[in-house]
């Protein structure tokens, strides 16, 4: 029995990647419901503090100063209130100072504040964060990706606008599961019909409370509407996505579009903004904390051992399509000490033909094959079917090709809060050896499909708990 092709469940469907280039530059409706005052403060390792406040007409440090009141934070500068030397114990260093950083209006990056805090009105500016780095890169980013201020919509999941239960569409599987593992499962009205993951989400499928608002790549714009949704999230990195939100916020409808996840490092962000839009800003940082010790886990198993090189397809044919340095996947084949063999291209994915395969001699092969749960005769049938080509390179010679299907499939193809899970699993089948060191059975066969969890043994704890 074969899944559907044409959606991307994050990697492993080509005609998403077309369907976002096919969209380049669509303009957003940011919602005139956009009047959030407060101040941020980023204490670093995603614990981040909104503080709700009137700014009135003072200047950054009195701001900071009643934000850290609220909050019963200790809180002192010098003399001259120009520099702030602590907030809540964690002093100002060298090369970690605290460091005031605003946002105009028209714009949704940080930029550090070139005059004094205390010269600043901080009504001046769209946004305000206080963060203990001196790069806006590290800062938690402000607003979503269509620019809005996700802080504004939630306290606790009730909504700020109804005072009643919030109401959540989410357009992706991997959102679905970002929702689910802060916390936010009673508030789902609606998701697409790919999302399966956790266990609560099926069994709100079943009993009528989720209902499925179409598919990745073609929600039902009427189907959604009707749900009367308080909020809904969509996958930056999509085209139809990016359209969907624009039309739903047009109508009313607010949106929170998260940033395309090329990176673990995006997917952390994502986890946070879709807890602090639901107004639960205190669950992320307990599930990256998680995601954060498995991977801790899987680099002590590794250890000082040398890199190997990887080859990703999206299926067996001869000229498949592979990972760039730009995706998700290649930013997990780093993580277990390995390198992508086509990290070099700039492409997010792309095609490559069976010469340069045989030409960049993998050590390991991981091929996504499209079977909902594969059997060691399906694997077996896959490697005989290889083109010879691929049967020149080390990872053939050498046994290392793995075959990935349904379940397994889907957490290499969904950035979302089981990332711990696949830098787990990629660990093992590049460095085996090292795995089983210790445990001559802490290993993973050649082909995983829906029953993987069984070889996972170092996981921080359940995502979803």
């Known amino acids: 029995m074969f899944r559907p092709t044409a959606l991307k469940l994050g990697i492993s469907m080509v005609i998403v990647l077309m369907v976002t280039v096919s969209f380049p530059m669509i303009g957003l409706t940011v919602s005139e419901k956009d009047d959030s005052e407060g101040v941020m403060i980023d204490f670093g390792f995603y614990d981040v503090k909104w503080i709700p406040m009137s700014l009135g007409d003072r200047n950054c440090i009195e701001v900071l100063s009643e934000a850290c009141h609220i909050n019963g934070y200790s809180f002192s500068t010098d003399v001259d209130n120009n520099t702030v030397l602590q907030i809540n ?22 930029t550090a504040a070139e005059k004094s805090p205390s010269e600043i009105k901080a009504s ?8 203990r780095t001196d790069n806006p890169s590290e800062v938690m980013p402000g607003t979503d990706n269509s620019g809005g201020t996700y802080y504004r919509y939630a306290a ?20 679905t599961e970002i929702v689910a593992s802060v916390g936010g499962v009673e508030y789902l009205v609606g998701v697409d019909r790919y999302s399966d993951c956790p266990e609560s989400v099926v069994e709100g499928k079943e009993d009528g409370s989720i209902i499925e608002i179409g598919g990745y790549i073609d ?11 308080d909020l809904v999230f969509c996958d930056g990195g999509a085209g139809q996505h990016i359209s969907m939100a624009d039309r739903l916020m047009k109508s009313g409808i607010d949106c929170v579009v998260l940033y395309d996840s090329k990176s673990i490092e995006s ?19 307990p599930v990256i904390e998680k995601i954060e010790i498995t991977i801790s886990n899987v680099h002590s198993k590794i250890g000082n051992t040398s890199e190997k090189s990887v080859f990703v397809a999206l299926s067996p044919i001869p000229t498949p399509w592979t990972s760039g340095r730009d995706t998700f996947m290649n930013d997990i084949i780093e993580t277990v000490t390995a390198f992508n063999i086509f990290a070099p291209q700039d492409s997010s994915w792309f095609m490559v033909s069976k010469e340069w395969i045989n030409n960049k001699r993998p050590q390991c092969m991981i091929i996504i094959n499209e079977r909902a749960d594969a059997t060691m005769e399906d694997y077996l049938d896959m490697l005989e079917s290889l083109d010879p080509m691929w049967k020149e390179t080390p990872a053939f010679r050498e046994g290392n090709v793995y075959m990935l299907t349904g379940k397994t499939a889907d957490i290499f193809s969904r950035p979302g809060p089981r990332i711990g899970e696949a830098v787990e699993l990629l660990g093992k089948m590049v460095h085996s050896s090292q795995f089983n060191l210790d445990d ?21 704890g359940d995502v979803f708990a």
């Open 219 to 229: 929600p039902n714009y009427e189907w959604i509407v009707r749900l009367q949704p």
């Open 156 to 175: 606790g999941g009730i909504s700020k606008q109804t005072g009643n239960p919030l109401k959540v569409v989410s357009l992706a599987p991997s959102l």
């Open 124 to 131: 001046d500016y769209r946004l305000t964060c206080w963060a």
């Open 440 to 460: 001559p059975l802490d290993m993973v066969p050649k082909y995983l499909g829906d029953d993987y969890q069984k070889y996972l043994k170092h996981q921080g």
């Open 267 to 285: 997917v952390y962000r994502n986890i946070w903004i879709v807890a602090a839009s639901m107004g639960l800003e205190e669950n992320a940082g």
């Open 89 to 110: 114990e964690q002093h100002s260093l060298p090369d970690k100072p605290w460091t005031l950083f605003t946002m105009n209006t028209d714009k949704s990056q940080w």
